[in-house]
């Protein structure tokens, strides 16, 4: 007749009793060092997981803060993340405010801007010794761009002239009158009339010189970049 469970259990002799535990035991005692290495190797593969490390920056009050996470008083200014021996792993860099971001941006379009300043003005030179490859073919072209104004202020130069001869005679009339109120109308309006076109002309003699100032000065620019131009293709291989 079959004896119950629990009547085997105590009727079990000690030896076996103790093996059957000892098995159980060891079986734990295994499942535990199996965990602890799957850990370990997690840890090795990603040590920053096993520890934060240590986060330190200075605050708006000039104190000297640690922590082991980023640091609240510090969110607007540099952090460093160290490690347990004190050697930096890496900075946390604030996030750049809205007025911070629109200066990057400014300062970028600047740049942007800059930068196609120079290739233009690149283009502008290539262009330029193209059109000028030596001193004789810059001076020609300065010479025929001031003729057109040299003409001009030739004629300009005449009708000054004949209006200051004009002005002398008609003064001349003026002055032959003893009591003003009897100068007849029209010598007088003939006086005003040559006084107006001799200020007409001082105008636009005045324009002929502005331009040629300008036409040199532009010249002179030009004039200034080809010599280096020209000399560093001289001193080209």
């Known amino acids: 007749m079959p004896k119950p469970a629990a009547l085997r259990d105590c009727l079990m002799p000690e030896p076996a009793f103790s093996i059957f535990r000892l098995g159980r035991a060891a079986g734990a005692i295994a499942a535990a060092w199996l965990a602890t290495g799957l850990a370990g190797t997690a840890l090795a593969a990603d040590p920053g997981k096993s520890a934060g490390g240590i986060y330190t920056c200075v605050d708006a009050y000039g104190r000297r803060i640690t922590s082991d996470r980023p640091i609240p008083e510090c969110m607007d200014r540099e952090q460093r993340q160290l490690s347990s021996s004190g050697v930096t792993r890496r900075v946390l860099r604030p996030e750049p405010t809205v007025s911070q971001l629109k200066e990057q941006k400014a300062k970028a379009e600047q740049a942007k801007q800059r930068l196609q300043e120079q290739e233009n003005q690149r283009q502008r030179d290539i262009a330029l010794a193209i059109r000028y490859p030596n001193l004789e073919a810059h001076a020609k072209a300065r010479r025929d ?37 009897k100068i007849p109308a029209y010598i007088k309006r003939n006086a005003e009339t040559n006084q107006k076109n001799l200020e007409a002309q001082e105008r636009a003699m005045a324009n002929e010189q502005e331009e040629r100032r300008l036409l040199n000065a532009r010249f002179d620019d030009e004039l200034a970049r080809l010599k280096n131009i020209w000399q560093a293709q001289e001193d080209a291989p």
Not at 146 to 157: F, T, V
Not at 158 to 176: M, W
């Open 145 to 181: 761009a001031l003729e057109p104004s040299q003409l001009r202020m030739g004629l300009i130069e005449k009708r000054l002239q004949a209006l200051q001869q004009e002005r002398d005679e008609l003064q001349k009339r003026l002055d032959s009158f003893a009591d003003p109120q």
